[in-house]
């Protein structure tokens, strides 16, 4: 069956540091990948989506690379706020329906200032 | 983006009754939207998919006669847990799509406990 995995742990990083999340995967072949923020008790919040044939993504302090051989996604925060404190969530999208997502458990992200 | 809507956000019912969960989407018609349930600490887990006019798709695992889904307008699905139970306790989160390989919007959630 379909497995997706990241970061089990908590992040804790300093404030003006990279943050690096990490999202594996087995089983499947996404065509695409998102990446959503969820702050306690709310919706995920959608952040970038990245296609099986593109490498990388970025969208501001946001950066999302994607290795489908290695089946793999790296999410990084550059220059990171406390503000930036969620959990995130990724996202398999096998691209047969729209919206029909698989999500891993994700990860907590604390940024000390 | 596109605004989905949920409500209630909370709910506390006595073990035994049915509650209604409604998903709306605001600013565009969504002839597909999704239920997922999500448990502290673990990932959303897709319940099922609502489909405009048609019955809903549940995954495996998922009671339909339990966890009851209408969708009769473009805007508009519910989700009625049936005679509920406390391990029926959770987060329940809607979302809305459009195409393949676009964004989901999700609604805020309704936090469900079961007395």
């Known amino acids: 069956s379909q497995k997706i995995e990241q970061n089990s742990e908590a992040l804790n990083i300093q404030e003006g540091k990279t943050a690096t999340l990490t999202c594996n995967y087995t089983n499947y072949s996404p065509a695409y990948l998102q990446w959503y923020r969820q702050d306690p008790g709310r919706g995920p919040v959608f952040l970038l989506l990245?296609?099986?044939?593109?490498k990388e993504k970025r969208k501001e302090r946001l950066k999302v690379t994607f290795d489908t051989t290695l089946k793999q996604s790296l999410f990084h925060i550059t220059a990171s706020q406390p503000a930036d404190s969620a959990t995130y969530l990724c996202?398999?999208?096998?691209?047969?329906?729209?919206?029909?997502?698989?999500f891993g458990q994700g990860t907590e992200l604390s940024v000390k200032p | 983006g596109a605004v989905v809507s949920q409500h209630p956000s909370r709910v506390i019912c006595k073990s035994g009754t049915s509650v209604k969960i409604e998903c709306r989407s605001l600013?565009?018609?969504?002839?597909?939207m999704f239920w997922y349930r999500q448990f502290p600490k673990q990932s959303l887990m897709l319940m099922a998919t609502s489909n405009e006019g048609s019955k809903a798709t549940y995954e495996q695992g998922v009671e339909k006669d339990k966890f009851l889904i209408n969708h009769a307008s473009l805007t508009l699905s519910t989700l009625t847990v049936t005679s509920a139970h406390p391990e029926d306790s959770s987060f329940y989160i809607c979302?809305?799509?459009?195409?393949?390989?676009?964004?989901?919007?999700f609604g805020q959630g309704t936090r469900l406990t079961v007395v």
């Open positions: 996202a398999l999208d096998g691209g047969n329906q729209g919206g029909k997502l698989i």
């Open positions: 600013d565009f018609q969504a002839t597909t």
């Open positions: 979302s809305a799509s459009g195409r393949a390989g676009t964004e989901a919007f």
């Open positions: 990245i296609r099986e044939n593109e």
